[in-house]
């Protein structure tokens, strides 16, 4: 899914302060989805010299906030229990993730079938940040 920002940096001509200043009214989330889609790098590489930082702060960010959920599905990998449940069969897998690490979820899906990639990290990343004042009690 490319959003109109991603459209315009791949098209032959390219006019860097057209694109700067697309990028300025697009929201927060938009500039988060281009990342966790990976295509940030080829607008960031479109947009004029002085005006690249604008980007590249919020990857730092964002890669800081990936960082931090590598290191704890590190450490949810290295627990016993869990590795003797990521051995076992899938139904008792699933219950020991809904009740330990519900939060995790997805990716602990993922890793249990060997396909959690760099690009699911960033997804989860952000959906984290984007969902993180959605949240109602009922």
């Given at each position: 899914m490319?959003?109109?920002?991603?459209?315009?940096?791949?098209s032959?001509?390219?006019?860097?302060?057209?694109?700067?200043t697309?990028?300025?009214?697009l929201?927060?989330?938009?500039?988060?989805?281009m990342?966790?889609?990976?295509?940030?790098?080829?607008?960031?590489?479109?947009?004029?010299?002085y005006a690249?930082d604008i980007l590249?702060k919020?990857i730092?960010?964002?890669?800081?906030?990936?960082?931090?959920?590598e290191?704890?599905?590190n450490?949810?990998?290295?627990?016993q229990?869990?590795?003797?449940?990521l051995?076992?069969?899938?139904?008792?897998?699933a219950?020991?993730?809904?009740?330990?690490?519900?939060?995790?979820q997805?990716?602990?899906?993922?890793?249990?079938?060997?396909?959690?990639?760099?690009r699911?990290l960033r997804?989860f990343?952000?959906r984290?940040?984007v969902?993180?004042?959605?949240?109602?009690?009922?």
């Amino acid at each position: 899914m490319v959003n109109r920002i991603g459209k315009y940096a791949t098209s032959d001509f390219v006019d860097d302060i057209e694109l700067l200043t697309m990028l300025f009214e697009l929201p927060e989330k938009d500039k988060m989805l281009m990342w966790s889609e990976g295509y940030i790098d080829l607008v960031i590489e479109k947009l004029p010299v002085y005006a690249r930082d604008i980007l590249e702060k919020r990857i730092e960010k964002w890669e800081d906030t990936k960082a931090y959920f590598e290191i704890q599905l590190n450490e949810i990998k290295q627990d016993q229990e869990f590795l003797a449940k990521l051995k076992g069969e899938r139904k008792e897998f699933a219950l020991f993730v809904m009740k330990r690490y519900p939060e995790f979820q997805s990716l602990l899906f993922l890793l249990y079938d060997g396909n959690l990639k760099e690009r699911d990290l960033r997804k989860f990343v952000y959906r984290r940040r984007v969902s993180s004042g959605k949240k109602y009690l009922h």
